[in-house]
Every structure is written in structure tokens, then in C-alpha cells.
């Protein structure tokens, strides 16, 4: 078949595979419990292991005596931080000592505990029932010292110090921008001011942490089979912490039961774990229960946002200044450091706005509580919260439509550079708003609204930066800048090929997209495409999946092998076919071409055969095999998804409840490589907003005891309780990526608390109450109506 | 309390001769003993479900349950729903609505619906909602699991009536 102007040549760039919603290859194994999850690994001698953990919040450890542990039966060793020394983490930011204050995370407590929950000895045993035993056995004694829960009691005069070399438990404080006319804006405007909370979060991967740890004589090697997003990552503090080459540690990921942010960061029970086995020469398996995972796995979002902003009386933002406090639990978490939430927050709030001025200062604290990671959002659910609360508020002090306020300061021209110096990539940001109102609309809400007076509208709209590359990351002053991702590409006789990333799915459906990507790119059948993942002997490195990094990066990591590796192809076969190269092409069908001549193909069977079984008539300029690499950064800013929600609530005037009635979305997430895993990143996304707008929060008594310790306290929705979710596309394609996509996987928890809280205010709004802080509890909803149907019937009587 | 017994249970049809400690979980004994890693460990508190399975045809929590107590049921686990290359029609709905991310909590839904659709055949789109609502999903915010229980539903009952009619 010759290629004619009517029929475009085969260019790898679209059509075929993407944009399909081609069923995933993840799923046969998945839902016929084939799948390999971190706990349904047994190795032959297994050891089990689990943590004696601190029970006070903080407190000095006076006695340590684990000898009766030893004694129980079945368990083999127990362990303190003296029997191990392990090198503490550290996760160290480049920034003067004004605005950064180093702290350390031991493996194991030493000499100090820091939030219940912590990591105090190590047990292991041949069975966990065992394990149980022997924990229960050992002798801890503290002196409890006043724990610090709170950000006034962080801040306090005469704090208790959390780390004795921190003083004012303060670990970063960073004031930015402060552009000229802040001031004056605030001098002339109509200001809106406003305190904004959200609640302590736990990201609740339903696959709690866990690692399997054994050690190789022949390899001289660790083996640390683990559910981490960032093994890499977790082979180097191993290293460092074990005091031993990276070359002895080797670090595999198998399916992951989620992690949304909780498994980026490394653990210490996984590094204590990994020590054990290296000393037992045994394999040991760590399983974290749900109660460990609830009271001392990593949390997330507490934060506290001081706001003020101006707008003209036509309803133009001419100033924004915040100030932030996030706590960020007793350390700092590697890689990203206690600056992970503060930075994000200072350097985006101004969203998807017109911010002519501009002054942020964002501190974070540490406290008496589990430490924090980054959860799925990072500081955006909390901002985009404040921004799209400050549109509403100004709105109605203006007299304005919320839609007419938004649409009159959203950004429209793009690329825009930002008075936070941060330059957005084309999205549909007015467009998605205009959608997202027409839905509700067209479908009668507004009018329905008129009538019931329980019914709020509210809507948010919101960008979200993907992909950060290198240089993004190297604007936050973290020494360790994650940001690249590499690909190798091989081809085998059969004409399949493997691919690497150093992405790590779990849930994500890379197994399914970056295949679509690398047989649109080759021209073969998606069958034909393994990926492979999560394992630091065979990907050279990586950074791991985080930050809605894996599609922009790694994708565009493995499209540029996979482009590598047909011009490889293309070639061997001009030689063969005894042509120049420019005169042959992928053909699109699992072969190369001759183009003045379509009948002259040869397939990558034939022409793999030559490059392993026949090397001798390779052209000169050809290697054997068929093998190709690459790298990619995304350049500057990175690129922006973006979306409007659009979400109509009922309060229960009886109980304070409030129900979702309608919940839209609106995305652009650029090219949509399968559309239905694009659905499902943006309803799971939400699911876990709407989680925070209405239920989920980890709370501590005043001596930092948490609350939750079971799913019968910390209220994880249902099915009962997250609606059927409609998802609109727009698409505005990714200049800087190899497919046009961008990234999907956080925007529907970043959107979902201000388009729920919005909606409840809305309807609030007639009480003169309002409120702003998430969760949003059932009291405050049916406090602020009955008050409101009080003075109703007290002024008519 | 680390005294064993012998028991026998009766898992996907196959029986297995078991030593056990009478504080060893169903689940943990399914995984641990049996082999079955399938049935997956969620919060051990019985709330999430993750380790869904049928005991005599009922969904129950195997977090909930000791092995000794399951003597002389019969145990049937997402194991013996399919096989990869032949899933049934509720796992192959599952795939096709895109009902599962991550797939940790998938064997509990999987053993909940074919619990309640064996129950009730035909059950309204709310009825699937609530009883979905027993277990705990991360990834996807149900509305696709709800989708692929609806059209298996659907399926069996359009399936079942054309035996009817066959059989008419």
C-alpha cells in the first residue's frame, strides 16, 4: 500500500492504540487473585516481624528491656536501635538556617519517642501470632514529657520541643514573593479575609505497608521485595543506612495495593526489616496491621490557611497574601522533607487566577504525631479550598454570580507566567468553567435549587501541575531533586518487546497505557508490549510514580526508546532491502516498509532474526541485538492539567447530613491516552476529596493520643456515601510530552473539598453561618440551620 | 494457647488436612496454610472486607472467623471463580467497567456480589449500591463496581430466561 496524501503514513503519534479504552492487562490476573502483593510472598525459612511501638506521645525511654520477649516461644530475635545502629534518614533541604531546620528520623527510637506509634524495638518470630506474643513481652518504660498537638502548642512561648535541636518547633519558615502593590491593593480594595482548616489525613492505601527482606550469599545482595512508589529511592537510604554498597541492595516492587502519596517516602520499618534479615540470614516478612497504619503511618493535609485578598469592585483579585501553618507530625519525611507541603502551597496558591500581587508566608511545624507524606494533591485540595472560597465570598459581597466572578479572573492567555513565577502551559481553564456550569444548568439545578433551600451549587476550578521535572523540583531547594525517567526497549526474536519505566503502577493502569503508547509508536499489536517496573536491577534508575509524574515522564521516556528502537529497525531493513534509509518506514503492522515500493517488507521477525541469529549482514552502522534507551525531563515549569467540579448537596435539616445529589467533572488532561482509565483516576480522585470535605480526620487527645485506631473511628466512605460522578473531557494537547498527555492522578482530590464545601455554604449562606474548615462536620451544618429556622419563627411570631 | 489440631476444610472443593492453633483466623489459615493468597488481608477488624469469601454460600469475613470454627463448611474463595484465560462473566464485568485500580480490595467484592446475585438475581441498581456499600474501596469510587455487578445481573437474568423459554 502506498503512502498517499490521503492516507497519512504511519507516524507512531496516534490513532490506532491511543485513545482507546483498551481493557487492561492488569486485570486478568487481578481479579482471579493471581495477583503477587507484597504479603502473598513466602519464601522458604520466612521469619515474620512487627514493632514495639512507643504508647506516649512523647517521652524519654527510661527502661528498654526486650529479654522476656526473647524468652516467648517461637520468637528468634529482638532488636533496639543499640543491637542494630542503623544510620539515621535524612531529607535535607538547600536553604539558610533562618528558613530550614535539619532534623533526623532514626530507624528505631533512640532514647526518645516522638508520637505514639513509633518504632521503639524490633521482634521476630517464626509465626506473626508469635510475633504478637513477643511484642507484648517486652518492657518499655517512659518519662512522659508535654506533648505538642497542636499549632498553638507548637508555637507557644514555652513549647515542649519536639527535637531539642529545633527550637520553636518551627522546621521551615519561608516568606515568598512579597510583589510591590500588595499594600497598596489591600489600601483600596474590597478585602476578603478568611481562616481556612483541613483536617489530618491518612491516604489509606487498602494494601497496608509491608516489605519482604532476605539475603542473597551468591548475589552478595539484598533482596527488599516492598510496596514503596520510590524503590530507588528506598535502595539508597538502605544503603546508606546499612552502611553498605547500593550494588548489595536490590530493591523489587510487586503489585501494590495503592499508596496515593503514603508509599513514596521511605519507611523505617522497611529499612529495620531489611537489617534483620542481613543479620539472620533469613528471610523476614513485615506486614503493618491496619491499627499501626492508622495511628503511625504517614498522614497528610493539616493545615491552617490565614488569608486575605482584594478585589475592584468589578470583581477583579488585585492582591493575595496568606499565611500558612502546616504540621507536619514528629519528622521529615525522605525524600521530600517537612518542606513538601508548605513549598507546593506558597509556590501554586494563586491557581488558576489573574494574581497581580502577592505575599505568602508558609511555615511547617512539627508536633507529637505521625509524620506526614505527601498525599495524592499535596497542599492543592487546601489552596484551591481558600482560592475558590475567596471567589465565592467576594462573589456574594459583590453581588456577583460565582461563575462571573470566576470567569472574570481566570487565566485565558497562555503560556502565562504567574506573579509566583511559575509559567502555565495551554488549558481550558474558562472552558471547563463554562461546561462545568452548563451541566448543571441544562439539567434544572438552579431552578430546583429556588425551591428547596437545603440545596447548594458550588463549583471549583483549579489546575494541577504534572510532571514536575528536574528543574521544577530544583526551585524547591530539595538536594535530592527527583525528575527524569529512563526507558530501555528490547526487542526479541519473536518480535515482542520489553519495556522499562521507572514508574511503579499500582492502580494506575501503566501496564495497559504505556503499552498503548509503545505499539502506537512501533506500529505493533499491544499484545506484543510487556512493561516492566519496580525493580532496581532492572531499570537503571528511577524516581518512582508520584507527583502525577508516570504518563508526562516515564511515558514520554518510553515513546522516545520505542521511537529509538524503530529507527533501529528501520535501519537494518533499508540495508536489507538494499535501499537508503529515508526511502523506508514502520509500516504500522508489526513490520518496515520500502516506501517507493510497499510490496518490499520485511517484519521485525525477519529482521530480529538478523540482528541476534545472522549479526554478519548487519549494516556497519548497526549493533547487534535490538535494544534502545532513553531519558526525558520535562522541561521548565512542567504542564498543567486542569478541571472545573461542578456539585449540587441537600442538608438533612433533621440530622446535619449532607448528601451529594450531582457531582460533574470537567477535565483536561491533554491526550487522553485510554479514556476509561482517565474516568477512573478522576472518580477515584474524588471519591477521596469528597472523603476529606466530609468524613475522614485523624484527631489527638491533649496528650497526643490519636483517636483513630480502627475503621469503626476513622470513617472511610462507602458506596452509600460517593455518588454516581459524570466526567466531561476536554482536551488541549501537552507541548512538551512525547503523546500530548498530562497528568491525571490527582486532580480529582484536588477539586473535590472546595466544590463540596462551596455547595454547602451555598445553601448555607441564608443562616449567616459559614464554614471553613473540612471536614465539614454534620453539628456544624445543623447547628447553623437550626439557628437559622429559630430566628425565623422567633421573628414571626 | 499454642496447642494444635488437626482439621479438615473443604476449600473450592478440595479438601485439606490441617494443623492449627485454635487462634489462627480462617483467613490467615487460607493464605498461610492453604495457599490461597486470593482472599486478601485488609484490617483484620471485619469492616473493609478485603477477605470476603463464602462459607455455605455467605459472604463472611474470614478476619472474622477461626479455622477450627469452619470444619464441615464448604469454603469457596475468589480461586474458584475463573482462571485468567477463562474468568466468569461477574469477573470479566469487573475488567470491562474498569471496576478495579490497585485490585487489593477485588476478591472481596468479587466474593460479596456472587454472594448477594446468588441471593438476589435480579436486584435493583440501589439494592447493588447498598450491599456494595459493605465493603471498602480505595481506587475507584464504586460507581464502576457498581456497573460491572449491575450488567452481570442483567446478563444472568437475560441468560436464565432464555433457558426458561428453552425449556418452555
Redesign the interface.
Given at each position: 500500500m502506498a503512502s498517499t496524501p490521503e492516507e497519512p503514513r504511519f507516524d507512531g503519534r496516534g490513532g490506532k492504540w491511543i485513545g482507546a479504552s483498551v481493557r487492561r492487562r492488569e486485570d486478568p490476573r487481578l481479579v482471579t487473585g493471581r495477583g503477587r502483593f507484597v504479603d502473598d510472598i513466602h519464601l522458604h525459612g520466612m521469619l515474620h516481624a512487627g514493632f514495639v511501638r512507643a504508647t506516649v506521645a512523647h517521652g524519654k525511654i527510661t527502661e528498654l528491656d526486650l529479654s522476656a520477649a526473647r524468652e516467648v516461644d517461637g520468637v528468634v530475635a529482638a532488636y533496639s536501635a543499640e543491637d542494630l545502629q542503623l544510620g539515621d534518614m535524612v531529607a535535607l533541604l538547600d536553604r539558610p538556617p533562618e528558613e530550614f531546620t535539619p532534623t533526623t528520623m532514626p530507624i528505631l527510637a533512640r532514647g526518645k519517642v516522638r508520637f505514639v506509634g513509633e518504632p521503639v524495638a524490633l521482634v521476630i518470630a517464626k509465626d506473626p501470632y508469635a510475633v504478637e506474643d513477643g511484642i507484648e513481652a517486652a518492657q518499655v518504660s517512659y518519662e512522659v514529657l508535654d506533648a505538642v498537638v497542636s499549632e498553638e502548642t507548637a508555637l507557644a512561648e514555652d513549647a515542649p520541643l519536639v527535637h531539642e535541636d529545633a527550637p520553636s518547633n518551627v522546621l521551615l519558615d519561608v516568606t515568598s514573593f512579597d510583589t510591590p502593590g500588595v499594600d497598596e491593593a489591600f489600601a483600596e480594595g474590597c478585602v476578603i479575609e478568611l481562616v481556612t482548616r483541613s483536617g489530618r489525613q491518612n491516604a489509606l492505601p487498602l494494601e497496608t505497608r509491608g516489605a519482604v527482606a532476605s539475603w542473597d550469599d551468591r548475589d552478595e545482595q539484598l533482596l527488599v521485595q516492598t510496596c514503596s512508589q520510590v524503590p530507588h529511592q528506598v535502595r539508597t537510604v538502605l544503603a546508606r543506612s546499612l552502611r553498605i554498597p547500593e550494588r548489595s541492595v536490590r530493591v523489587v516492587v510487586p503489585d501494590m495495593g495503592g499508596g496515593f502519596g503514603q508509599k513514596c517516602v521511605v519507611g523505617r520499618e522497611e529499612i529495620a526489616v531489611a537489617a534483620a534479615a542481613k543479620l539472620l540470614r533469613r528471610p523476614v516478612k513485615w506486614i503493618e496491621d491496619r491499627s499501626e497504619a492508622l495511628a503511625s503511618g504517614f498522614l497528610a493535609r493539616e493545615q491552617r490557611y490565614r488569608t486575605r485578598a482584594a478585589f475592584t469592585p468589578d470583581g477583579q483579585l488585585t492582591a493575595l497574601e496568606s499565611d500558612i501553618v502546616c504540621d507536619m507530625g514528629a519528622y521529615s519525611c525522605y525524600p521530600f522533607t517537612v518542606g513538601i507541603e508548605p513549598l507546593m502551597a506558597a509556590a501554586e496558591m494563586p491557581s488558576v487566577y489573574r494574581v497581580p500581587a502577592y505575599r505568602v508566608r508558609a511555615r511547617a511545624i512539627t508536633s507529637n504525631k505521625a509524620p506526614t507524606a505527601p498525599y495524592r494533591g499535596v497542599s492543592r485540595p487546601q489552596y484551591v479550598m481558600v482560592m475558590e472560597r475567596i471567589m465565592d465570598l467576594a462573589a456574594r459581597r459583590l453581588g456577583l454570580d460565582p461563575v462571573e466572578i470566576r470567569r472574570r479572573n481566570v487565566i485565558t492567555e497562555f503560556p502565562y507566567t504567574g506573579i509566583n513565577k511559575v509559567t502555565y502551559d495551554p488549558g481550558s481553564y474558562l472552558e471547563s468553567l463554562e461546561l462545568g456550569e452548563k451541566i448543571l444548568r441544562d439539567e434544572g439545578w438552579y431552578e430546583l435549587r429556588e425551591k428547596n433551600p437545603h440545596l447548594g451549587i458550588g463549583f471549583s476550578c483549579f489546575s494541577e501541575r504534572t510532571g514536575y521535572g528536574s528543574e521544577a523540583f530544583a526551585k524547591r531547594k530539595m538536594t535530592v531533586v527527583p525528575g527524569f525517567d529512563v526507558s530501555e526497549i528490547r526487542m526479541d526474536l519473536t518480535g515482542s518487546v520489553v519495556v522499562t519505566s521507572g514508574t511503579i503502577n499500582h492502580g494506575q493502569s501503566h501496564e495497559t497505557t504505556f503499552a498503548q503508547i509503545v505499539a502506537e509508536r512501533l506500529g505493533v499489536d499491544l499484545a506484543k508490549v510487556k512493561l516492566r517496573q519496580g525493580d532496581t536491577e532492572r531499570i537503571s534508575y528511577g524516581w518512582g510514580t508520584f507527583a502525577s509524574r508516570s504518563v508526562t515522564i516515564g511515558g514520554s521516556a518510553v515513546a522516545t526508546a520505542a521511537t529509538r528502537l524503530g529507527e533501529q529497525l528501520c535501519v537494518i531493513a533499508a540495508h536489507l532491502l538494499d535501499t537508503r534509509v529515508e526511502n523506508v518506514g514502520l509500516d504500522g503492522d508489526g513490520g518496515v516498509i520500502q516506501l517507493d515500493d510497499p510490496n518490499r517488507r520485511l517484519s521485525f521477525e525477519e529482521i530480529a532474526d538478523v540482528a541476534y541469529l545472522r549479526s554478519h549482514l548487519l549494516p556497519k552502522e548497526a549493533e547487534p541485538t535490538l535494544t534502545a534507551t532513553a531519558a526525558f525531563d520535562v522541561p521548565g515549569d512542567g504542564t498543567f492539567s486542569n478541571a472545573t467540579h461542578a456539585v449540587v448537596v441537600e442538608a438533612d435539616p433533621g440530622t446535619g447530613q449532607v448528601k451529594i445529589l450531582r457531582y460533574a467533572c470537567v477535565e483536561d488532561c491533554g491526550v487522553v491516552i485510554n479514556p476509561k482509565v482517565v474516568d477512573g483516576q478522576a472518580r477515584g480522585g474524588i471519591a477521596q476529596g469528597i472523603a476529606g470535605a466530609l468524613f475522614e480526620e485523624v484527631t489527638y487527645a491533649e496528650n497526643g493520643e490519636p483517636s483513630a485506631a480502627s475503621f469503626i473511628d476513622y470513617l472511610v466512605p462507602t458506596a452509600a456515601e460517593i455518588p454516581d460522578i459524570t466526567v466531561d473531557h476536554l482536551e488541549t494537547p501537552c507541548a512538551f510530552t512525547e503523546s500530548g498527555a498530562k497528568g491525571a492522578g490527582e486532580g480529582g482530590t484536588i477539586g473535590a473539598p472546595a466544590a463540596v464545601l462551596n455547595a454547602v455554604n451555598d445553601l448555607l449562606w441564608r443562616t449567616g453561618v459559614q464554614l471553613e474548615q473540612t471536614p465539614i462536620h454534620p453539628e456544624a451544618v445543623l447547628a447553623a440551620l437550626a439557628a437559622a429556622d429559630r430566628e425565623k419563627a422567633g421573628t414571626g411570631a | 494457647m499454642?496447642d494444635k489440631q488437626l482439621i479438615v476444610l473443604t476449600v473450592n472443593g478440595e479438601e485439606h488436612e490441617l494443623l492449627v492453633?485454635p487462634?489462627?483466623t480462617l483467613l490467615?489459615v487460607l493464605?498461610?496454610n492453604v495457599?490461597?493468597?486470593?482472599?486478601?488481608?485488609?484490617?483484620?477488624?471485619g469492616?473493609?472486607g478485603?477477605c470476603t469469601i463464602l462459607v455455605d454460600g455467605e459472604p463472611v469475613r474470614a478476619c472474622l472467623m477461626y479455622a477450627v470454627q469452619a470444619e464441615g463448611c464448604a469454603i469457596r474463595?475468589?480461586?474458584d471463580?475463573?482462571?485468567?484465560?477463562e474468568?466468569n462473566d461477574l469477573?470479566q464485568a469487573?475488567?470491562?467497567h474498569?471496576g478495579?485500580?490497585?485490585?487489593?480490595?477485588?476478591?472481596g467484592f468479587?466474593m460479596l456480589a456472587e454472594g448477594f446475585l446468588a441471593q438476589e438475581p435480579s436486584p435493583t441498581r440501589e439494592a447493588i449500591?447498598?450491599t456494595?456499600?459493605?465493603?471498602?474501596?480505595?481506587?475507584?469510587?464504586?460507581?464502576?463496581?457498581?456497573d460491572a455487578i449491575e450488567a452481570t445481573a442483567a446478563q444472568r437474568s437475560a441468560e436464565s430466561g432464555k433457558k426458561e423459554d428453552a425449556v418452555r
Amino acid at each position: 500500500m502506498a503512502s498517499t496524501p490521503e492516507e497519512p503514513r504511519f507516524d507512531g503519534r496516534g490513532g490506532k492504540w491511543i485513545g482507546a479504552s483498551v481493557r487492561r492487562r492488569e486485570d486478568p490476573r487481578l481479579v482471579t487473585g493471581r495477583g503477587r502483593f507484597v504479603d502473598d510472598i513466602h519464601l522458604h525459612g520466612m521469619l515474620h516481624a512487627g514493632f514495639v511501638r512507643a504508647t506516649v506521645a512523647h517521652g524519654k525511654i527510661t527502661e528498654l528491656d526486650l529479654s522476656a520477649a526473647r524468652e516467648v516461644d517461637g520468637v528468634v530475635a529482638a532488636y533496639s536501635a543499640e543491637d542494630l545502629q542503623l544510620g539515621d534518614m535524612v531529607a535535607l533541604l538547600d536553604r539558610p538556617p533562618e528558613e530550614f531546620t535539619p532534623t533526623t528520623m532514626p530507624i528505631l527510637a533512640r532514647g526518645k519517642v516522638r508520637f505514639v506509634g513509633e518504632p521503639v524495638a524490633l521482634v521476630i518470630a517464626k509465626d506473626p501470632y508469635a510475633v504478637e506474643d513477643g511484642i507484648e513481652a517486652a518492657q518499655v518504660s517512659y518519662e512522659v514529657l508535654d506533648a505538642v498537638v497542636s499549632e498553638e502548642t507548637a508555637l507557644a512561648e514555652d513549647a515542649p520541643l519536639v527535637h531539642e535541636d529545633a527550637p520553636s518547633n518551627v522546621l521551615l519558615d519561608v516568606t515568598s514573593f512579597d510583589t510591590p502593590g500588595v499594600d497598596e491593593a489591600f489600601a483600596e480594595g474590597c478585602v476578603i479575609e478568611l481562616v481556612t482548616r483541613s483536617g489530618r489525613q491518612n491516604a489509606l492505601p487498602l494494601e497496608t505497608r509491608g516489605a519482604v527482606a532476605s539475603w542473597d550469599d551468591r548475589d552478595e545482595q539484598l533482596l527488599v521485595q516492598t510496596c514503596s512508589q520510590v524503590p530507588h529511592q528506598v535502595r539508597t537510604v538502605l544503603a546508606r543506612s546499612l552502611r553498605i554498597p547500593e550494588r548489595s541492595v536490590r530493591v523489587v516492587v510487586p503489585d501494590m495495593g495503592g499508596g496515593f502519596g503514603q508509599k513514596c517516602v521511605v519507611g523505617r520499618e522497611e529499612i529495620a526489616v531489611a537489617a534483620a534479615a542481613k543479620l539472620l540470614r533469613r528471610p523476614v516478612k513485615w506486614i503493618e496491621d491496619r491499627s499501626e497504619a492508622l495511628a503511625s503511618g504517614f498522614l497528610a493535609r493539616e493545615q491552617r490557611y490565614r488569608t486575605r485578598a482584594a478585589f475592584t469592585p468589578d470583581g477583579q483579585l488585585t492582591a493575595l497574601e496568606s499565611d500558612i501553618v502546616c504540621d507536619m507530625g514528629a519528622y521529615s519525611c525522605y525524600p521530600f522533607t517537612v518542606g513538601i507541603e508548605p513549598l507546593m502551597a506558597a509556590a501554586e496558591m494563586p491557581s488558576v487566577y489573574r494574581v497581580p500581587a502577592y505575599r505568602v508566608r508558609a511555615r511547617a511545624i512539627t508536633s507529637n504525631k505521625a509524620p506526614t507524606a505527601p498525599y495524592r494533591g499535596v497542599s492543592r485540595p487546601q489552596y484551591v479550598m481558600v482560592m475558590e472560597r475567596i471567589m465565592d465570598l467576594a462573589a456574594r459581597r459583590l453581588g456577583l454570580d460565582p461563575v462571573e466572578i470566576r470567569r472574570r479572573n481566570v487565566i485565558t492567555e497562555f503560556p502565562y507566567t504567574g506573579i509566583n513565577k511559575v509559567t502555565y502551559d495551554p488549558g481550558s481553564y474558562l472552558e471547563s468553567l463554562e461546561l462545568g456550569e452548563k451541566i448543571l444548568r441544562d439539567e434544572g439545578w438552579y431552578e430546583l435549587r429556588e425551591k428547596n433551600p437545603h440545596l447548594g451549587i458550588g463549583f471549583s476550578c483549579f489546575s494541577e501541575r504534572t510532571g514536575y521535572g528536574s528543574e521544577a523540583f530544583a526551585k524547591r531547594k530539595m538536594t535530592v531533586v527527583p525528575g527524569f525517567d529512563v526507558s530501555e526497549i528490547r526487542m526479541d526474536l519473536t518480535g515482542s518487546v520489553v519495556v522499562t519505566s521507572g514508574t511503579i503502577n499500582h492502580g494506575q493502569s501503566h501496564e495497559t497505557t504505556f503499552a498503548q503508547i509503545v505499539a502506537e509508536r512501533l506500529g505493533v499489536d499491544l499484545a506484543k508490549v510487556k512493561l516492566r517496573q519496580g525493580d532496581t536491577e532492572r531499570i537503571s534508575y528511577g524516581w518512582g510514580t508520584f507527583a502525577s509524574r508516570s504518563v508526562t515522564i516515564g511515558g514520554s521516556a518510553v515513546a522516545t526508546a520505542a521511537t529509538r528502537l524503530g529507527e533501529q529497525l528501520c535501519v537494518i531493513a533499508a540495508h536489507l532491502l538494499d535501499t537508503r534509509v529515508e526511502n523506508v518506514g514502520l509500516d504500522g503492522d508489526g513490520g518496515v516498509i520500502q516506501l517507493d515500493d510497499p510490496n518490499r517488507r520485511l517484519s521485525f521477525e525477519e529482521i530480529a532474526d538478523v540482528a541476534y541469529l545472522r549479526s554478519h549482514l548487519l549494516p556497519k552502522e548497526a549493533e547487534p541485538t535490538l535494544t534502545a534507551t532513553a531519558a526525558f525531563d520535562v522541561p521548565g515549569d512542567g504542564t498543567f492539567s486542569n478541571a472545573t467540579h461542578a456539585v449540587v448537596v441537600e442538608a438533612d435539616p433533621g440530622t446535619g447530613q449532607v448528601k451529594i445529589l450531582r457531582y460533574a467533572c470537567v477535565e483536561d488532561c491533554g491526550v487522553v491516552i485510554n479514556p476509561k482509565v482517565v474516568d477512573g483516576q478522576a472518580r477515584g480522585g474524588i471519591a477521596q476529596g469528597i472523603a476529606g470535605a466530609l468524613f475522614e480526620e485523624v484527631t489527638y487527645a491533649e496528650n497526643g493520643e490519636p483517636s483513630a485506631a480502627s475503621f469503626i473511628d476513622y470513617l472511610v466512605p462507602t458506596a452509600a456515601e460517593i455518588p454516581d460522578i459524570t466526567v466531561d473531557h476536554l482536551e488541549t494537547p501537552c507541548a512538551f510530552t512525547e503523546s500530548g498527555a498530562k497528568g491525571a492522578g490527582e486532580g480529582g482530590t484536588i477539586g473535590a473539598p472546595a466544590a463540596v464545601l462551596n455547595a454547602v455554604n451555598d445553601l448555607l449562606w441564608r443562616t449567616g453561618v459559614q464554614l471553613e474548615q473540612t471536614p465539614i462536620h454534620p453539628e456544624a451544618v445543623l447547628a447553623a440551620l437550626a439557628a437559622a429556622d429559630r430566628e425565623k419563627a422567633g421573628t414571626g411570631a | 494457647m499454642t496447642d494444635k489440631q488437626l482439621i479438615v476444610l473443604t476449600v473450592n472443593g478440595e479438601e485439606h488436612e490441617l494443623l492449627v492453633e485454635p487462634r489462627w483466623t480462617l483467613l490467615d489459615v487460607l493464605r498461610h496454610n492453604v495457599g490461597l493468597t486470593g482472599t486478601h488481608v485488609g484490617c483484620e477488624h471485619g469492616v473493609c472486607g478485603a477477605c470476603t469469601i463464602l462459607v455455605d454460600g455467605e459472604p463472611v469475613r474470614a478476619c472474622l472467623m477461626y479455622a477450627v470454627q469452619a470444619e464441615g463448611c464448604a469454603i469457596r474463595t475468589v480461586e474458584d471463580l475463573g482462571t485468567p484465560e477463562e474468568p466468569n462473566d461477574l469477573q470479566q464485568a469487573f475488567s470491562e467497567h474498569h471496576g478495579l485500580q490497585c485490585g487489593f480490595c477485588t476478591p472481596g467484592f468479587l466474593m460479596l456480589a456472587e454472594g448477594f446475585l446468588a441471593q438476589e438475581p435480579s436486584p435493583t441498581r440501589e439494592a447493588i449500591r447498598e450491599t456494595v456499600s459493605s465493603n471498602l474501596c480505595r481506587c475507584t469510587g464504586y460507581q464502576t463496581i457498581v456497573d460491572a455487578i449491575e450488567a452481570t445481573a442483567a446478563q444472568r437474568s437475560a441468560e436464565s430466561g432464555k433457558k426458561e423459554d428453552a425449556v418452555r
